[in-house]
């Protein structure tokens, strides 16, 4: 069963709103196998409405809406649905006497404008709204089936889980879609995708069919593989063949298959390897440190760490000799080899980790552009120092650094560099 | 003119993403007078694409659509757009060139793949991507201009910008909606809406009618004033007698009205006053200096910072008595005022900040529960420690600790407390 989202509402057309009601229907959807294949935003416009729920019906077999079921003018989705469907609105008194109880509740008198909200299009099933006045309506119509449900995400998660469990989910005997995220630092996606395409292209042919959509976020690629299947033993089986073919071509530059982001990764390394860890940060301003720390329980692993932007810090606070930055520069591997071990000394840590780099946007030099970054960690066991040139805006270049050491320390702990 | 926005990418039918590039498409449009009347998003779905533009390019006078310009096979926008106008598609041999040449800049050779970015519907304008490899493309169909643009944002945008200038302004006349955003720290939303609601309800009806919308972010509150107006001087006269009547009633609490963040305020009250700042963390991790070195030029004013996540470290570094830990506990004003006041001896700063609180989910008690930070700003002038009760994710936690922590030394350098 595939679904198209409607999501109602002009402030949905501002620059300031986003609508986030579709993820939570999508989620829903999803886990009993419908996919949603379109999601459109129309403003409080009765005709402009119309016309997308009239493109919608030829094209899916479920088609959700979500607001414009309010008591005012603007609240135009019934009208447009009866008008699409040749239904004529019809009041519930039923419907009226519910509104008005809910009211009286706060010893309210309800406005006759709420009214509107008991009008409904002939042949609707009422679905009840146990967090507000608009009631959710199904219809079905032909092989299409219709749910318009309110906008406040309070009041439509309740009627959307109860006609997935009562009318959509026995339709579905369990089956629908089930999905792994599989997170890959260090490597451009072209490089990846030339790498996995030749696997992930031959999924959707398969028995259970897998598709694949590889997504470039800052500082890493993810790619999302999605089976449809009868049920999740089925789908689990064929997921895990997926990725071990994966793994099989794309190897150590995997770094999570369970969800976990790479400060999680990092942190269960260092918690399972009774490690400690410091670091000695210049161009990530803290940025290093505040992402390993948004782990909860990090405080067992993260002993301390020093943001040392001016050289004089550095000298200072780290034993760094001044000869050393006079002669090599502070964005340089001696020096950030030097940050890594002066705070791992300083603090006493099984880890050192120094980032000194150019964020930008100024300090660039022909030799050394905006985006020098030089990460080197330092550990019980051995010592990696690497100079990167990253892309992007200042807070880009922090983001990236910050995942270059991470994942650096990673790929030593692992043993794979 | 009015608007219709596609964003395309499978990714944004998963319950994990949202299209976050139409609001960025909706202001620039905006400003110029053009109206977005609907938004969709498609998968990476060649026949779907083209059954939504078709659609579209009988609706709208300007269809812009993001995303599906990459190199890979999942990327099919330009397939769609070339079959829905019925245009060849054709290589454009400088596209290779200068992709070839952005490889090249890296050390890198241009897969063969990324020709596929250089393919364009005949009788394109190749619109300049100064920020990655995929070209926007610009079309005229009929009456009907279309637009296509890559999806990351750092790429969409200044190409977004260069068609609003050169391509679709010009028609306009300088008509169009005109926007401030004035940004509120340490207030609740429903305090600052009780004081505002009286003074901008009138707005509306005015000659050049404003309208607002109230946005309470992480941290902040958000006003959004839109007016309408016949070019940007009505505008701005019409706006900043509404901010006037806006600042007699919000006083203080309002930190900037010229799109400012905090942290830039901040910086540039310590760049007025020729001061320097140091930071000793606790539970903000790193997260506080790294938003504070988030500003170009930072360096000036940023000096260094400690993270002591334990005891140990609040100890040795910045001279912290073990007794004062013991007395009062790591969550406590004391404490935290010698934090401020340790890092600003030890950095040799004009201000010191200290924070130091219960970040969760982990580690509240029935006195200091999670959320429970203390912020202390110790300057050249004076001295505040404050205790806060946050609520939220641990992340959540973090973020508004720091927001705390500089709008504190706001307030303070201000003369405002």
Redesign the interface.
């Known amino acids: 069963m595939n679904a198209c989202i409607v999501a109602v509402g002009s402030?949905?057309?501002?620059?300031?709103r986003?609508?986030?009601n579709?993820?939570?229907i999508?989620?829903r959807l999803?886990t009993i196998g419908v996919d949603?294949?379109?999601?459109?935003?129309?403003?409080d416009?009765v005709d402009?409405l119309a016309?997308?729920l009239t493109?919608a019906l030829g094209?899916a077999d479920l088609v959700v809406c979500t607001g414009g079921l309010g008591p005012t003018e603007d609240d135009i989705t019934r009208d447009a649905v009866a008008r699409v469907l040749e239904r004529p609105l019809e009041l519930h008194e039923t419907i009226v006497d519910s509104i008005r109880s809910r009211f009286a509740k706060r010893g309210l008198t309800m406005p006759e404008i709420n009214r509107r909200q008991a009008m409904v299009p002939r042949g609707a099933a009422v679905l009840e709204n146990v967090n507000g006045t608009a009631p959710g309506l199904w219809l079905e119509h032909g092989r299409t089936r219709v749910l318009l449900l309110p906008g406040p995400p309070r009041e439509m998660t309740p009627i959307l889980e109860a006609v997935v469990r009562d009318r959509l989910a026995p339709a579905t005997a369990g089956a629908g879609l089930f999905?792994r995220v599989l997170r890959i630092a260090g490597r451009?996606?072209?490089?990846i995708?030339?790498r996995a395409?030749p696997v992930y292209?031959q999924w959707t042919s398969r028995p259970i069919p897998i598709?694949t959509?590889?997504?470039?976020v800052l500082g890493q690629i993810e790619l999302?593989l999605?089976a449809a299947a009868p049920n999740r033993a089925v789908a689990d089986e064929a997921l895990d063949a997926a990725m071990a073919e994966l793994q099989e071509v794309l190897g150590s530059s995997i770094y999570s298959t369970d969800g976990r982001q790479l400060e999680a990764v990092v942190g269960d390394l260092l918690r399972g390897a009774g490690w400690t860890i410091a670091a000695a940060?210049s161009c990530?301003?803290?940025?290093?440190?505040?992402r390993?720390?948004?782990v909860?329980?990090?405080?067992d692993y993260?002993?301390?760490?020093?943001?040392?932007?001016?050289n004089?810090?550095k000298v200072d606070?780290l034993n760094i000799p001044e000869a050393l930055i006079a002669e090599h520069g502070a964005v340089s591997e001696p020096v950030g080899r030097a940050m890594a071990e002066g705070i791992r000394a300083r603090?006493g840590t099984n880890v050192g980790l120094g980032v000194t780099g150019i964020?930008?946007?100024?300090g660039g030099t022909p030799e050394k552009p905006v985006g020098t970054v030089v990460v080197a960690v330092v550990t019980d066991r051995d010592t990696r120092v690497r100079t990167f040139?990253f892309?992007?805006?200042?807070?880009?270049v922090?983001y990236q650094s910050a995942q270059a050491a991470m994942n650096m320390l990673r790929l030593m702990m692992t043993g794979r560099i």
């Open positions: 402030e949905l057309l501002t620059p300031f986003v609508d986030t579709s993820l939570i999508t989620e999803n949603v294949r379109l999601k459109t935003v129309v403003g416009d402009e016309r997308v493109s094209n999905r451009a996606e072209s490089d995708d030339s395409q292209g598709s959509t590889i997504l470039a999302h999605t940060e990530t301003g803290g940025l290093l440190t505040s390993l720390t948004d909860p329980g990090s405080s993260v002993a301390a760490s020093v943001v040392c932007y001016s004089a810090t606070w603090a964020a930008g946007p100024g040139q892309f992007g805006s200042r807070e880009q922090k």
